[in-house]
């Protein structure tokens, strides 16, 4: 009897993994994983070399230009991919064609403000609030990359959507292993500070002109064409659609990092730096932990988005329970279980002064399996044209934390405030997950809020 279940496991856990679903989220998986090992390496490599002051200044130089970028940047990938994948799906050439120049027009024109920005305003930033006016050149040479770097956004939507997922592997690990080469070559050649932050911009903007010259290439393969000189009327009668969906993903990214930032400085104004160290180290550990999250979102996204433009609807649907089953269930217990380790694996990689963060690393894994079980949530809504609605749910999440933190984490601290973000995560995606299956008939399912 115990033969035969595990022999019926094993050939059940070999037909999930040879799914092509599942072999695309393991190689963004293992891209992810490996991209996060380099930059790591090169975080070490690039302290030792440079000295705690110069790397604090490379970390000053690009943290501006950084958030600029963020902050004009309209994250088209999450857009573009919904429509090209749609495109490809029902084969209508002009229109895919047309939405693929539309997400690199946009990425370029947004990337070219957000550089203009920086080179009007970087002199200030660096003269009067770093007192570093030497930074403020190298601001501008780093917000140089910024126009190259725009090109990955529809390049990843467009490889995505033709499920060419190993060689998004491939550019995820790419990304920083020449930033690795470049950043020791130039210090060592004796660039220093110059050295390092041209490294990272160039880095990266070889990766945003490689993933374009692929995406062109799959798509000259597919017998698509070039997308470059075409007219944006195929997709005339959809623009208003497309803002739309546009300023509800800015929106999303917006309270994300509302959601990201304003727990760290809460911490840091109530609590003190210590507890900020704790609750970035808790942070990180999830956010490695939920690369599988994420990868498996990239890959459900443009399949769930070609079946609904094709009509596929009730198809889509049914494959959400066995992704649920097979995938993510399997995942979030694995979650589950690496939280037991926590105890033991905190303490020996970074040392028993971050033994307090072991509670709070653990309460925020729990959020985190929910997020892992229902990994297709946020792609069916996006899929299915409600963006408007997941953004409007993700506000009120949003809210809870940033204004519940004012009151949790002067009493409570980081553990608190674990508590606060992994519960509220998980009504979210819950309370997203009831509404859903409340209209299970989707008769919706034509009309968009996007």
């Keep these: 009897m115990i033969a035969e279940l595990a022999e019926r496991f094993t050939a059940e856990a070999r037909a999930i993994l040879r799914h092509r679903l599942a072999l695309g989220a393991g190689y963004l998986a293992a891209g992810q994983y490996t991209a996060a090992a380099l930059n790591f390496l090169t975080n070490v490599v690039m302290a030792r070399l440079l000295g705690p002051a110069d790397y604090g200044l490379v970390a000053l130089t690009v943290a501006y230009p950084t958030l600029l970028g963020s902050f004009v940047g309209v994250k088209s990938v999450s857009v573009i991919t919904r429509y090209v994948a749609g495109f490809r799906a029902t084969g209508e050439r002009d229109k895919l064609r047309a939405v693929v120049k539309l997400g690199y027009g946009i990425d370029v024109l947004v990337s070219l403000l957000a550089f203009l920005l920086v080179s009007a305003s970087a002199w200030w930033v660096a003269g009067h609030f770093y007192g570093r006016s030497d930074l403020a050149r190298l601001m501008v040479v780093y917000a140089g990359s910024f126009p190259l770097v725009a090109l990955a956004g529809s390049s990843w939507a467009v490889l995505s959507s033709w499920e060419r997922f190993r060689i998004l592997a491939v550019f995820e690990v790419l990304s920083p292993f020449v930033k690795l080469l470049l950043i020791i070559g130039l210090i060592l050649a004796g660039r220093g500070v110059a050295g390092a932050v041209l490294g990272m911009a ?73 507890e900020v160290g704790f ?41 959400i329970p066995r992704w649920t089953v097979r995938g993510g269930l399997p995942l979030g217990l694995f979650l589950g279980a690496s939280i037991l380790l926590f105890p033991i694996l905190i303490p020996a990689v970074f040392g028993r002064p971050y033994a307090p963060a072991i509670l709070a690393t653990q309460v925020l894994m729990l959020g985190k399996i929910v997020s892992v079980i229902v990994f297709w949530l946020q792609s ?39 508590a606060l973000i992994a519960s509220t995560e998980a009504l979210f995606l819950l309370g997203m997950l009831a509404l859903a299956l409340r209209r299970r008939a989707w008769k919706e399912a034509g009309s968009r809020d996007a």
């Design 380 to 418: 069916l809504y996006y899929a299915w044209g409600k963006v408007g609605t997941w953004v409007k749910g993700y506000f009120l999440y949003a809210t809870v934390v940033v204004v519940g933190g004012w009151y949790v984490v002067p009493k409570w601290g980081v553990l608190g405030l674990a």
């Design 279 to 319: 609750y970035r180290l808790a942070l990180s550990i999830v956010t490695v932990g939920s690369y599988i999250n994420s990868s498996l979102g990239y890959v459900v996204y443009p399949a769930l988005s070609a079946r609904f433009a094709s009509g596929g609807q009730e198809k889509a649907l049914a494959s």
């Design 202 to 274: 160039v880095a990266q903007a070889v990766v945003g002109v490689g993933m374009m010259v692929a995406a062109v290439q799959v798509m000259e393969k597919d017998g698509v064409g070039r997308w470059l000189g075409v007219s944006l009327k195929p997709v005339a009668d959809i623009q208003r659609e497309i803002g739309q969906f546009f300023g509800w993903n800015y929106l999303l990214v917006t309270l994300s990092g509302l959601v990201g930032q304003v727990p760290l400085m809460l911490l840091g104004r109530f609590r003190g730096a210590e």
